[in-house]
């Protein structure tokens, strides 16, 4: 029967030369497509292991800024240190000192600094001032300072913290950046796997009752399950990515492209439906499926290219993985699905069902009469959601991504904080250029009320003693290749205005004794850089997230206020939804709040497309009100992505302990919802009261315009031709009169 098809078509092309059908080819090609996708499949499977995952969102600032070329610079001079923190329980002075021994000869510990550097330990306890040690040991309690010799993501640093846990065992209680990359990533793969696990369940359920066969959900996960994999793989190309582009993507890829899936094959059922056999009914269901699929597709895509954009670099990581990731799913729902048709369309007819969704016919007339009450609700609600959600609270750092409230990291940090207070480390690095300079800027800093210590050279070195006199291997951990670097600890939060004084009061004193290549680095240094960047980012990628969502819009309806008119409701729900946490007092992660604005305008605009598209056909036959209501029969489409966008985010949120990733998918899961009730109610509204310049398209009337004036033109032309040839011949005749009269 295929051949025969596939005959015929081929003899139908013959006749006109030249001419090329996608749809047949695909046909005609399906084995061989199938083998394509399933080597390409094996092949992303080998490639995904090898690609890196970056957990440190300082990798991503501009080499521009101040903390990033310090960090550059000291990688370079010093190597990246990771640091951390250790309170070791239920311990006397001595038995401290012990552990600290034990811990610094771990393979992996560069030093650990602690009370022992300037107090006698083994003394006895009425020679030693407790309240001058209360920094480091207190109620039997000892906290201490790691610096480690790789940085906070190194494997070598990864085992050095698991033997420094077997060395304390449940007396130990661990915090800091190197703790808190180790604890992100094994949270992070513990917890995707979970994730995406009960995504897929949920979507399954979703797609059974919103279907007509209990395997056509299969069919859905087999295309998308594909296109997944074959993303993550070439993400190889890009070498690393971040842990959130890599925690979030196969969901999101999941959850937004499922769609063209479900328009091939509800087209191609509407085609078997007419009574034609599989092959005719499946060409043309790619011919209609095509232009909504690529349609569709081309607004999430721009959505999500914008992020490249970002300054802040990790925007262009997530937005071309995303990106990356709608492509694939577009070719393989137009390439590798209709070979998946045409195996398991048997299996798919043997499972049919009756359908569990219901009339929507009522709900729809009633929609379009409370349209006007749904419009005053938003004209009213609109600017103070708009002004609040503007005035959110940010959080832009490492620290709120690895020490999130929920995990082991945030419950120790708060142990150790309740007895001893914060522990912040910044590093100077300075030009090795004068140690009476160096002394100088280690007193200053100091003398500051909240710093707790600085280690210095010039500090540490007693009066007299040339720094030739000590061994290089120490002396190399803070003077190194015409640089010294300077370890200062302050008793601040690694983000807080506190800790931005902090930083800022230790920069100006650094300027102050080296104006010149000196570089103040550290959790603190680094997150007032991400937020400068971030902040800085975030107008930029909403406007340009704007200009190419409308231009896409603009080309597809050849209209210059349709855009307009579907772009509202989505701004309207992204409003509102960012407003939210506003009202409710939460703090969120910037980097959520910045990429959900692009991925809830690319995801959604859809359904205001949809429901416009549905509205323009509809009204071709009927008056305005039923073309309205008739336009709401897209609410099950609607509600069909919505609510797979909407659970796959409530469920980042509810799973994840990481704060970046459950803020993400909150603000996703939220986003979806209010956008499918803003296009359902407030749509009708719209497209009622924009009705004539809907059925006016300004398009076709500059086309009209113009066409006109060529109209006119062409007459003018004609009339002054026609004149001319008129003179002419008057002139001819009247030399012929003035011959004959000669004659």
């Not at 069902?353 to 006007?372: A, C, E, T, V």
């Not at 000196?518 to 340009?544: A, C, F, M, W």
């Not at 970046?660 to 998918?665: K, M, S």
């Not at 004149?723 to 002139?731: A, G, P, Q, Y």
């Amino acid at each position: 029967m295929r051949l025969k098809f596939l005959h015929d078509k081929r003899k139908q092309l013959e006749e006109k030369k030249g001419s090329f059908s996608l749809p047949v080819f695909i046909i005609e090609r399906s084995r061989l497509i199938e083998i394509v996708f399933v080597v390409a499949v094996l092949l992303s499977m080998l490639a995904a292991p090898f690609v890196n995952i970056n957990y440190d969102l300082t990798r991503y600032l501009p080499k521009t800024v101040q903390s990033k070329a310090g960090l550059d610079l000291m990688e370079e001079k010093f190597g990246y240190p990771g640091t951390g923190r250790v309170m070791i329980d239920d311990v006397t002075l001595y038995e401290a000192k012990q552990y600290k021994d034990k811990l610094e000869k771990v393979d992996g510990v560069d030093q650990i600094m602690w009370l022992d550097t300037g107090t006698d330990v083994f003394s006895a306890d009425a020679f030693i001032n407790f309240n001058s040690i209360d920094d480091y040991y207190k109620d039997g309690s000892a906290v201490m300072d790691i610096v480690f010799e790789k940085g906070d993501t190194s494997r070598k640093t990864s085992k050095a913290i698991d033997a420094m846990k077997e060395i304390t065992g449940e007396k130990g209680h661990y915090v800091g950046m190197a703790v808190q990359n180790k604890s992100l990533a094994e949270n992070v793969t513990r917890e995707m796997k979970m994730i995406l696990s009960l995504g897929v369940l949920m979507i399954f359920i979703i797609l059974c009752l919103t279907t007509n066969s209990w395997f056509e959900p299969v069919l859905y996960l087999i295309v998308m399950g594909v296109a997944i994999l074959i993303n993550k793989g070439t993400n190889i190309f890009l070498g690393e990515i971040s842990f959130l582009t890599n925690s979030v993507s196969a969901v999101l890829q999941l959850a937004v492209s499922m769609d063209y899936s479900i328009f091939l094959i509800h087209a191609f059922t509407r085609e078997k439906n007419k009574g034609l056999d599989q092959m005719e009914a499946l060409t043309n269901a790619i011919n209609e499926a095509l232009n909504s699929i690529f349609a569709s597709s081309l607004t999430t895509i721009v959505g999500f290219i914008v992020l490249t954009f970002m300054k802040f670099n990790i925007g262009f990581d997530m937005g071309i993985v995303l990106a990356k990731g709608i492509v694939f799913s577009l070719l393989t729902v137009v390439f590798f699905m209709p070979a998946m048709i045409l195996r398991l369309t048997p299996m798919i007819e043997k499972t049919g069902h009756r359908s569990f969704m219901p009339g929507f016919d009522k709900l729809s007339r009633g929609i379009y009469r409370i349209r006007y009450g749904v419009l005053i609700f938003v004209a009213i609600f609109v600017i103070p959601a708009y002004t609040a959600q503007n005035m959110n609270s940010f959080l832009f750092g490492n620290d709120a991504v690895g020490a999130s409230e929920g995990t082991k990291v945030y419950d120790d940090e708060q142990l150790i904080n309740s007895k001893f207070g914060r522990s912040n480390m910044m590093m100077a690095l300075v030009p090795n250029t004068s140690m009476i300079d160096e002394k100088a800027f280690t007193d200053d800093v100091e003398a500051l009320p909240y710093t707790k210590s600085v280690t210095s050279m010039a500090g540490s070195l007693p009066d007299g003693v040339p720094e030739e006199f000590l061994p290089a291997s120490i002396t190399e951990q803070l003077h190194k290749n015409d640089y010294s670097r300077i370890l200062i600890y302050v008793r601040s939060k690694g983000e807080s205005k506190l800790a931005y004084q902090c930083s800022d009061e230790i920069q100006a004193l650094m300027k102050k004794y080296y104006p010149e290549d000196s570089y103040l680095v550290g959790t603190t240094p680094s997150t007032q850089d991400i937020e400068t960047t971030i902040t800085k980012d975030y107008s930029r990628v909403n406007i340009l997230s704007l200009l190419g969502v409308f231009f896409v819009v603009m080309f597809s309806f050849k209209s210059v206020i349709i855009p307009v008119i579907i772009m509202i409701p989505i701004e309207v729900a992204i409003f509102i939804n960012m407003a939210v946490p506003y009202i409710k007092g939460d703090t969120m992660i910037f980097m959520g709040y910045i990429i959900v604005s692009c991925i809830q305008l690319g995801a959604t605009v859809d359904y205001a497309i949809l429901t416009t598209n549905n509205y323009l056909e509809c009204r071709k036959e009927a008056e305005k009100k039923e073309a309205a209501i008739q336009a709401l029969r897209s609410i099950p489409a609607i509600l069909t992505s919505g609510s797979i966008l909407t659970i796959v985010g409530y469920i980042l949120y509810n799973i994840s302990s990481v704060a970046a990733i459950g803020d993400l998918g909150h603000l996703i899961g939220r986003g979806a919802w209010m956008s499918m009730i803003l296009v359902c109610t407030l749509m009708p509204a719209f497209l009622v009261l924009f009705d004539h310049i809907l059925m006016d398209n300004e398009f076709e009337r500059i086309r009209k315009f113009f066409e006109r004036r060529r109209i006119r033109r062409r007459e003018r032309l004609k009339m002054l031709a026609g004149k001319v040839t008129k003179t002419r011949k008057d002139d001819s005749d009247d030399e012929d009169g003035k011959e004959a009269r000669k004659s």
